[in-house]
């Protein structure tokens, strides 16, 4: 089956996700601006987030992004926290960000208010405006992906890790965040053309892979091994490139599946020496990288910052996944027990 014969909403959302980027940059400008001050204002003593599924892994890319370029801690909040466990929150001063594409998951509402009654300015970052979440946020940050019909989440994740790319970069003032954020829709665009035909064969007939990264990259991972279980059926688990040199290292054995995001930042000689490691041990490794990080690379183009550049790297593994899918014979639309929003307590 060729690119040409895919009419499954994966492919097509995934190939939204440039411009779904390139409006929410365009019409939350002042939004972020507005962000950028309150946490200038009010130097949070730390940052709480609260999400579930791929929006977990959304909340994780910023939490490398802020901590590395704003010094201050992030931290998750289990939802059932709030939900089942009812706690009180004492967060005076914090600053509280919840990730949710349908803003309707009673357990994720509820930790909101919990940090909002404990002292938190409240951030809502949605796909629906009109949700529960965003009316009862004290500022909200709509995504503008657009309606997502799909089960798996592509447009609408690449579109949340911009908004929190955009929101730390406000906040910071960076120059590299804001050039690379300048950048992104053009390299997501570019990212949907990449070439992973040589990964094919071996994710199409793995038992179990590793997905790796370091950082920003490290998070991504998490998201590509959660796509792999949902779309493909297959098993996937996600480490750090560093936690990967310790005990899921003995799973290694000839011709294991390693795939890795590996962005031009401060780990890449570190991550480099980590995945000749692996291949030394047998690992049939891969990289999605812009530059050459391993023999078997699938190209990106970067947006000038390595912070971001795992998105772009996202979308090739998007189109990766999704043609493994069909190709093991599954619908990544419609997996057989899974929904498109699943509400939780």
Known sequence: MTESDNGSLMHAETTEAAAAVERLLSSEAKTFAELGRVVSARRPPVVTVAARGSSDHAVSFFKYLFEIN?????????????????????????????????GASPDIIAVQEAAKSGGATTVAIVNVADS???????????????????????KSFIASAAALAALTQSATGSDALAAGLQRLPTALDEACSA???????????????????????????????????????????????????????????????????????????????ALDRLAGLGAHVFAISSRQAVAETIAVHSTGSGHLDPLPALVAYYRLIERVARERGFDPDTPDKLSKVTETL
Do not use: N, W
């Not at 706690?87 to 919840?98: D, E, F, K, M, W």
């Not at 529960?132 to 592509?154: F, Y």
């Not at 071996?202 to 998490?222: C, D, E, H, K, M």
């Not at 590509?224 to 279980?229: F, I, P, S, V």
């Open 70 to 102: 704003a010094g201050i801690p992030v931290a998750s909040i289990g939802p059932s926290v709030a939900s089942v466990y009812h706690a009180r929150l004492h967060l005076p001063g914090a600053l509280h960000l919840t990730v949710s594409q349908s």
């Open 132 to 154: 529960p979440l965003a009316r009862t946020a004290d500022i909200v940050i709509p995504i503008h992906a657009g309606k997502e019909c799909s089960v798996a989440a592509t």
């Open 195 to 273: 070439d992973y035909e040589r990964a094919l064969a071996a994710f199409v007939q793995a038992r179990s892979v590793y997905t790796t990264g370091r950082g920003p990259g490290f998070a991504i991972a998490l998201e590509a091994a959660l796509k792999a279980k949902e779309t493909a059926k297959l098993h996937a688990e996600a480490f750090s490139l560093a936690e990967l040199m310790h005990g899921p290292m003995q799973l290694i054995d000839e011709g294991f599946p390693v795939l890795a995001f590996v962005p031009e930042d401060e780990a890449l000689e570190s991550s480099s020496q």
